[in-house]
């Protein structure tokens, strides 16, 4: 059975750091683009950074660039999202996803497949 399970959210004032995972079951993450994506209330989902299945190139959002960073554990079948100088507005529902081979852009979620059940990062003082 294919499954994403994040990990690693919570409350964080601003400023702080986060580090969310991605573990996946069932299949291998290092033959897959993994995705990060967001939502906050009322606002649509974000691609916040994504990274590649075939040369682990990575995509960033403007908003976070310079300040998350997406990266690989193959040994442990896990994919993270490092998050560093965290602002009120990063708070969402962040949700990890799983793409065998994406044809398009590769952060658009309609390239991913399997999805995780999202984690709530809150940023607040």
């Known amino acids: 059975q294919v499954q994403l399970v994040e990990s690693g959210g919570g409350l964080v004032q601003p400023g702080g750091s986060l580090r969310l995972s991605c573990a996946a079951s069932?299949?291998?993450?290092?033959?897959?683009?993994i995705g990060w994506f967001r939502q906050a209330p009322g606002k649509e989902r974000l691609g916040v950074s994504c990274?590649?299945?075939?040369?682990?190139?990575?995509y960033y959002a403007d908003s976070v660039k310079g300040r998350f960073t997406v990266s690989r554990d193959n040994a442990r079948n896990t994919v993270y999202l490092q998050m560093n100088s965290l602002k009120p507005e990063d708070t969402a529902v962040y949700s990890c996803?799983?793409?065998?081979?994406?044809?398009?852009?590769?952060?658009?979620?309609?390239?991913?497949?399997?999805w995780g059940q999202g984690t709530q990062v809150t940023v607040s003082s």
């Open positions: 996803a799983a793409a065998q081979k994406v044809q398009g852009r590769l952060c658009s979620s309609y390239e991913y497949v399997y």
């Open positions: 990274i590649s299945d075939s040369d682990d190139s990575t």
């Open positions: 069932g299949f291998t993450l290092d033959s897959y683009a």
